[in-house]
């Protein structure tokens, strides 16, 4: 079995930061592409922000030069840093990747989420 565990959301005032981790564990033999997204209430889930095992990048526009996603190999973490928060970040904030197990059977794995309130 394969799990993704996220952890860092919150209460934060508009302007201010939070930084997002997920783990992945369980019978891993390789993580391809990671990434968040998220859903606020009454609309889509959206993808925030993607990086592949080698390290590229994409953004949605509305995060660009807000948020930075990074990724750790060795430890199979994906992290979501934000920064200059606003309002309409608010949302629950899924980790999500593509996985081939041990078994060679690849997925796409989704965490529980984790909540993110913007708000004064």
């Known amino acids: 079995q394969v799990q993704l565990v996220e952890s860092g959301g919150g209460l934060v005032q508009p302007g201010g930061s939070l930084r997002l981790s997920c783990a992945a564990s369980g019978s891993i033999f390789r993580v391809n592409d990671m990434g968040w997204y998220r859903q606020a209430p009454g609309k889509q889930r959206e993808l925030v922000a993607a990086i592949t095992s080698g390290g590229r990048t994409n953004y949605a526009d509305s995060v660009k030069g807000r948020f930075t996603i990074s990724r750790d190999n060795a430890k199979n973490r994906v992290y979501l840093q934000m920064n200059s928060l606003k309002p309409e970040d608010t949302a629950v904030y899924y980790c999500?990747?593509?996985?081939?197990?041990?078994?060679?059977?690849?997925?796409?794995?989704w965490g529980q989420g984790t909540q993110v309130t913007v708000s004064s």
């Open positions: 999500n990747a593509d996985i081939v197990r041990r078994d060679i059977y690849r997925d796409d794995y």
